[in-house]
């Protein structure tokens, strides 16, 4: 195989590699510490939140229409709501809601949030939705998040990978850019790196590797030799990819697809998948392995003479 030069320095490669890797662990880890925190706080809402979040959010609500960006566009609803919210059978509405434990600053809280939550819905402030909207279970909501976050910068750093191995070794662009012009460009030393980044953001566009983490997993081995020894590792983050999927696409509820991609056959089509801390930990666990095993074998491979 032809080889060709890396007029990149190969410390500043390595070190842009260590930079991509140590950004997905500070993201994820923060992600999981934002979803163990809001986790304890929002059981049995709005009880346990702290005094402090109950305080700005009334100061919030009673901020929002003096801001310039929101008076135009929410000026004439959020009069009409506060004109709704004063009225006495509402007010009774939100005193049956509460419970002994309640003082009257807690039920006030509650209409507040109400009342932001209605802005841009008036259909929210309808008895039963009230009522919906308060025995919702946020652990839905947050799980939810944090899966679609861990996997998304898992791909990133995948990509990231990809783009750095790219760096190194020119030349595996070859196969999906096949012409002279792009052997001439490979060659040149002007400009280089601004030519080099061009085609290697094409051919990673070429290569589809956001599809999936599975597909990215298919093209680090065929494309750049990097081998993921643990399947049991692919298979729990392809598992968590779907479920990911379907709360983006779908609202998380179950389509064929995903039952026969997951093998999960307790749960019909239509059916909400409930996510639980255990998913969000498999997901965490394994996309953290699989990022390490990644660098791991990146580092050994291209950049074992750098020393660190």
């Known amino acids: 195989m032809d080889t060709y030069p890396s007029l990149i320095d190969q410390e ?3 070190g842009k590699f260590e930079d991509n890797y140590d950004n997905f662990m500070s993201n994820i880890m923060k992600n999981n510490l934002l979803t163990n925190i809001s986790d304890k ?17 009334t100061q919030y609500l009673d901020e929002l229409p003096n801001k310039d960006r929101f008076q135009k566009r929410y000026s004439d609803s959020i009069s009409k709501l506060r004109t709704r919210f004063k009225e006495k059978r509402f007010i009774e509405l939100v005193k049956n809601l509460s419970t002994p434990q309640m003082n009257k600053k807690d039920s006030s809280l509650i209409a507040a949030l109400l009342l932001i ?20 279970d946020f652990k839905d909501v947050i799980y939810s998040r944090q899966l679609i976050m861990i996997i998304a910068h898992l791909e990133a750093f995948i990509v990231d990978s990809m783009k750095i191995i790219c760096y190194v070794c020119p030349e595996k ?12 460009l490979l060659n040149a030393k002007r400009e ?3 030519i080099l980044e061009v085609i290697i953001e094409n051919y990673i566009q070429k290569l589809d590797c956001k599809i999936s983490i599975k597909k990215s997993i298919e093209i680090l081995e065929n494309e750049f030799d990097i081998k993921i020894g643990n399947t049991n590792l692919v298979k729990i ?4 990819e779907q479920i990911r999927h379907i709360y983006i696409h779908n609202g998380g509820k179950a389509d064929l697809k995903f039952i026969e ?3 999960f056959r307790d749960i019909t089509i239509g ?8 998913d969000i930990m498999n997901c965490y666990e394994q996309c953290i392995s699989l990022a390490n095993e990644l660098f791991d074998k990146i580092t050994e491979k291209h950049f074992k003479n750098i020393k660190k």
């Open 41 to 57: 706080i929002f059981i049995d809402f709005p009880y346990n939140l702290p005094r402090e979040i109950k305080d700005n959010l």
């Open 261 to 263: 991609n997951t093998g």
């Open 192 to 194: 280089w790196k601004s």
């Open 271 to 278: 059916e909400r998948y409930q996510i639980t801390k255990r």
């Open 173 to 184: 662009m070859k196969r999906l850019n096949k012409s002279i012009e792009l052997e001439k």
């Open 12 to 14: 500043d490669l390595f």
């Open 117 to 136: 939550f209605a802005i841009s819905n008036n259909d929210l402030l309808k008895a039963d939705n009230i009522i919906d909207f308060l025995s919702e």
């Open 237 to 240: 983050i392809d598992q968590s």
